[in-house]
């Protein structure tokens, strides 16, 4: 099995595509092939003591779930799935796709739903990333040391930094998850 689980949600494909990028750049034993949260258990999840995840915002700054609209379920519904479990002694790196010029006053919103939730579940999540670069209004996606909780990309109106943007923030949680620098 490999070192890392990489989960995702997506409607459009975007966050599956990001997803790809990631896997594209490890071997097999250490980053697990990205799966979409609608086709996994629960256990399949708590399989990884190291995880990278990533959502969409949908919505009005929601998860990516039916009652936002998207073809199938997915976040929305995996959630309740761990309600109960715990993460102590796991490492989430999380990011998140928005868009900040349609809805700049919820961008990347749903990322800090994920952040909550796992962070009040016991688990150390890393990955935090600084908020110059983009235009918007409000995130609930900001942490208390004012950076965003995981990497922001926005695919609808920056695609051409997601690379770069991607390649920074993997050499910055390389350490922690024994990723090649
Ligand atoms: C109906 C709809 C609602 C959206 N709501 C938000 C939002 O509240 N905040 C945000 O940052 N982006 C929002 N977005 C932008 C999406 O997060 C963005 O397009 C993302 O790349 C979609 O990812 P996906 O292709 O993986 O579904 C919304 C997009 C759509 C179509």
Same mark, same amino acid.
Request: glycine share 12%; net charge negative.
């Given at each position: &099995?490999?070192? @890392? ?16 990028m ?19 258990? /629960?256990?399949?999840?708590? /399989?990884?003591?190291?995880?990278? @995840? ?15 609209d ?8 995996f ?30 919103? /749903? &990322?800090?739903? +994920? ?10 999540? @890393? ?14 996606? @900001? ?17 051409? &930094?997601?690379?770069?943007? +991607?390649?920074?923030? +993997?050499? &910055? ?5 024994? +990723?090649?620098?």
């Amino acid at each position: &099995m490999a070192k @890392i689980g990489l989960f995702f949600g997506s409607n459009t494909g975007k966050t599956r595509k990001v997803a790809k990028m990631i896997k594209k750049k490890y071997d097999d034993e250490l980053v697990a092939a990205p799966l979409n949260v609608n086709r996994i258990s /629960a256990e399949d999840f708590m /399989a990884y003591e190291y995880l990278i @995840i990533g959502t969409p915002t949908l919505g009005e700054g929601e998860l990516p779930g039916l009652s936002s609209d998207c073809d199938a379920e997915s976040w929305e519904e995996f959630l309740p799935k761990l309600e109960d479990a715990s993460f102590d002694g796991k490492t989430i790196a999380i990011y998140g796709l928005g868009d900040q010029v349609g809805y700049p006053d919820e961008f990347l919103d /749903a &990322m800090g739903e +994920l952040h909550e939730f796992f962070t009040e579940r016991g688990a150390k999540v @890393i990955g935090a990333w600084p908020t110059e670069g983009y235009e918007f209004e409000h995130s609930e996606a @900001i942490g208390e040391d004012g950076k965003f909780v995981g990497l922001a990309l926005d695919l609808d109106n920056q695609s051409g &930094m997601t690379e770069e943007r +991607l390649n920074v923030w +993997l050499s &910055m949680i390389a350490g922690e998850f024994g +990723l090649p620098a």
